[in-house]
């Protein structure tokens, strides 16, 4: 159902995610000269983006829509606490590109869509009661 603001906020999520990985994410190429150090950076920004396109699906069941939001939102906050740590850990002397700040806008696009659906399910609560 992309015609709701919240389907459009979750895609524009997995974009953010896909420009994230696309990016290389952080100085001097962190994601292409250590592989092996950032798999697990990798497969958590698949499976995030992931669930982000399944839950575009969920829209019969809005509540559950918006335990995944919740539940997204702290795996990319989690997400952002890991790259900090393997690219300090990794690269000492680094600055931040423009890859870095996809995963907080990624945030704020969830945080809208959870907006938006609790909005939804808040309408159709009030056309239940006037029934």
């Keep these: 159902m992309i015609q709701r603001i919240q389907s459009v906020y979750l895609l524009v999520t997995t974009l953010l995610l896909?420009?994230?990985?696309?990016?290389?994410?952080?100085?001097n190429d962190f994601m292409l000269y250590y592989p092996k150090e950032?798999?697990?950076l990798l497969i958590m920004t698949f499976v995030i983006g992931g669930i982000t396109l399944l839950n575009i699906f969920q829209f019969n069941n809005r509540m559950r829509q918006i335990t995944i939001c919740r539940f997204l939102i702290i795996a990319i906050l989690l997400l952002m606490i890991i790259?900090?740590?393997?690219?300090?850990?990794?690269?000492p002397n680094y600055t931040l590109?423009?890859?870095l700040y996809m995963l907080p806008a990624a945030m704020v696009s969830l945080y809208l869509a959870?907006?938006?659906?609790?909005?939804?399910?808040?309408?159709?609560r009030d056309m239940d009661r006037l029934r």
Excluded: C, H, P
């Design 114 to 124: 959870m907006r938006s659906i609790q909005r939804d399910e808040k309408v159709v």
């Design 18 to 27: 896909i420009i994230f990985i696309m990016s290389a994410s952080a100085a």
């Design 97 to 99: 590109l423009w890859g």
């Design 38 to 40: 950032n798999m697990l």
């Design 83 to 91: 790259t900090y740590l393997r690219i300090d850990k990794t690269v």
